[in-house]
C-alpha cells in the first residue's frame, strides 16, 4: 500500500515569469520584475526573463513533456500584466488566448490544471501608484481574479491565490533582495501584507462570483517548518509552537536555526495564514510586533477570513528544535557538514510529515504541497544523459515523509514537485537549476533528467515503490 489515496493528484509547478519569457509580447508590459532586472547589480549573472524557457512559443511541446512523464496535474501562474498591461482596465485578449490554449491542452493530455492567481510579477503600473502599500490593490486583486474566473472557470476548478507573500512582502520590500527591491521599516512591510490578505479575501469573493461551475480555492504560505530533534511529546509540542512563531526581534535568535541576516520579522506561516483560516492576527505576533501591527477592523478580518477550501503549502527546508526548561525551546545545531542542496539549503525531509500534520492540526483543511524540490549541479553529460541522484534522493526522501502524513490519514490531495523544467531562479539567474527537466537557455533543448524518469515511475505506481 502507497498510503496514497487513489485520487492523489501527481503534478509539477511553474510560474510565469520564470518560464514564459516574451516580456514585451502578446501586448504585455511590464512587471515589477521585469523593472528589478534592469537595476545593475539586482540578478546574480546579470540575466532577466525576458527568454526564459520561451514557453510562450513552446507551451504545446512542455504539455508534452508534462504528458510523457505522467503529470496528472499542472500548477502554472498567470501574469497579471498579459491580461491587464496596466493592472486595471482594458484586458488584453492575446494574454486570455495564450492562457486558454494552454489550458485546452492541458485538458486534452489528461492534466488537471491548477491556477496561480499572483506569482510575484505585479504589473509595474500599479508599483507606480503604490503597490502592496496602497489600500486599493485588495480591489484592483479582486477585479484581476473575477476576470480569471469568468473566462477560465469553466475548465479550471482549482484556484490558489498568493504565492508566498512571505516572499513577495518579506524579500521584496523588507529585505530588498527581491523585486521591487525595497527596505522599508518593519510597519510599513506589515502594512503592505496586511493589503496582501485584504487582496486575498477579495480573490476569493471575485473567484466564486464570477465562477461558471463549483470552484475550490485556496492561499499558498510558505515559512519554515521546525520538527522535533527527537520524537518526544514535550518535542512535539514545542515544535508545534515554534513553527507558528512570529519571530519579532534579535533577542528570537536563541530560538532559531543559525541566523546568517538579521531577523525578518515577516518570515513566518501564523501572521498570513491565521487571519486566512481563523479570522485573527495570532496573540503571540501581535504581542512581539507591537506598535508596528497595522490599525485594521472586523469588516476587514471578515474579508480575509472568507471560507476557503484548502491550504497550499510550500516546503523545501526546516529546523530541529528540542524543549528547554528555561527558553521553552532551542534549535538544535546541525552538525559540521550536513546534507545542503546547491542552493545551500539544509535537506531536512522531516518537514514534510510535521508541516502537513501541524497546518491539518491547527486549520482542519485539506492540504496539497504546492511546491517542493532543490536545486542540482546539474549538466548533459558526453552521452546526452542528465544525471542527478542527488534530487532522486532528495524527493524520494521527503516524498516518504509525506507518505507517513498520508498514512496517518491527515488529508494530503497532491503534490507539486518545483519545478517542472529549469527556469529563471529570481535573483539568481539562471545559476540555479530546480527542474526535472533540464533546458539549454541557448537552444532551448530540452531533456529528461534522470530524476523525470523517476518521478514518472513514482507517479505510476501512486508512490508505492517508494
Known amino acids: 500500500m502507497s498510503g496514497f489515496d487513489k485520487d492523489f493528484l501527481w503534478g509539477s509547478a511553474t510560474s510565469a515569469y520564470q518560464i514564459e519569457g516574451g516580456i514585451s509580447e502578446g501586448g504585455k508590459k511590464d512587471s515589477i520584475w521585469d523593472t528589478f532586472c534592469r537595476k545593475p547589480g539586482t540578478i546574480r549573472d546579470h540575466s532577466s526573463g525576458e527568454i526564459a524557457c520561451e514557453h510562450l512559443k513552446h507551451w504545446k511541446q512542455d504539455v508534452g513533456l508534462m504528458s510523457q512523464i505522467g503529470l496528472q496535474s499542472y500548477r502554472f501562474s498567470i501574469s497579471w500584466s498579459r491580461i491587464l498591461p496596466n493592472g486595471i482596465g482594458e484586458i488584453n485578449q492575446e494574454g486570455i488566448d495564450f492562457y486558454d490554449r494552454l489550458i485546452d491542452e492541458l485538458l486534452e493530455k489528461n492534466i488537471l490544471p491548477f491556477i496561480t492567481l499572483f506569482h510575484w510579477d505585479l504589473p509595474e503600473a500599479l508599483e507606480k501608484q503604490g503597490g502592496w502599500l496602497n489600500p486599493e490593490i485588495a480591489k484592483w486583486f479582486g477585479e484581476y481574479s473575477g476576470i480569471l474566473s469568468e473566462r477560465f472557470s469553466d475548465r479550471v476548478s482549482n484556484w490558489f491565490t498568493l504565492n508566498e507573500p512571505q516572499c513577495f512582502i518579506g524579500l521584496g520590500y523588507y529585505s530588498g533582495s527581491k523585486a521591487p527591491g525595497f527596505k522599508l521599516e518593519v510597519r510599513d512591510c506589515l502594512l503592505a501584507l496586511h493589503h496582501s490578505l485584504l487582496a486575498h479575501g477579495h480573490s476569493v469573493r471575485a473567484l466564486r462570483a464570477n465562477a461558471k461551475k463549483p470552484i475550490k480555492i485556496g492561499p499558498v504560505p510558505t515559512g519554515s517548518v521546525a520538527y522535533p530533534a527527537v520524537d518526544t511529546p514535550a518535542n512535539r509540542d514545542v515544535a508545534y509552537k515554534a513553527t507558528f512563531n512570529v519571530f519579532g526581534s534579535e533577542e528570537d535568535k536563541h530560538m532559531y536555526h543559525r541566523w546568517k541576516s538579521p531577523v525578518n520579522p515577516l518570515w513566518n506561516i501564523a ?196
Open 271 to 466: 501572521w498570513y495564514t491565521d487571519p486566512i483560516f481563523l479570522g485573527e492576527y495570532p496573540e503571540q505576533g501581535i504581542e512581539v510586533l507591537g506598535n508596528n501591527v497595522p490599525k485594521y477592523t472586523d469588516e476587514e478580518m471578515a474579508i480575509i477570513s472568507e471560507p476557503v477550501d484548502f491550504c497550499g503549502l510550500n516546503l523545501y527546508s526546516g529546523f530541529p528544535v528540542q524543549a528547554d526548561p528555561e527558553l521553552e525551546w532551542v534549535c538544535q545545531e546541525r552538525p559540521l557538514g550536513n546534507s545542503l542542496t546547491a542552493f545551500k539549503w539544509s535537506v531536512t525531509p522531516e518537514i514534510m510529515y510535521w508541516g502537513p500534520k501541524f497546518i491539518y492540526e491547527r486549520y482542519k483543511k485539506p492540504i496539497y504541497i504546492t511546491e517542493n524540490g532543490m536545486s542540482g549541479h546539474d549538466w548533459v553529460n558526453d552521452d546526452g544523459q542528465v544525471n542527478d541522484p542527488q534530487r532522486i534522493q532528495f524527493l524520494k526522501a521527503y516524498l516518504k515523509q509525506f507518505q507517513k502524513a498520508a498514512s496517518e490519514k491527515i488529508p494530503v490531495k497532491g503534490y507539486f514537485l518545483w519545478s517542472l523544467m529549469d527556469n529563471f531562479e529570481w535573483e539568481q539567474g539562471y545559476e540555479e537549476r530546480f527542474g526535472i527537466i533540464h533546458v539549454d537557455f541557448e537552444t532551448q533543448e530540452r531533456r529528461f533528467k534522470d530524476s523525470a524518469k523517476w518521478y514518472s515511475e513514482c507517479i505510476a505506481n501512486n508512490g508505492s515503490s517508494l
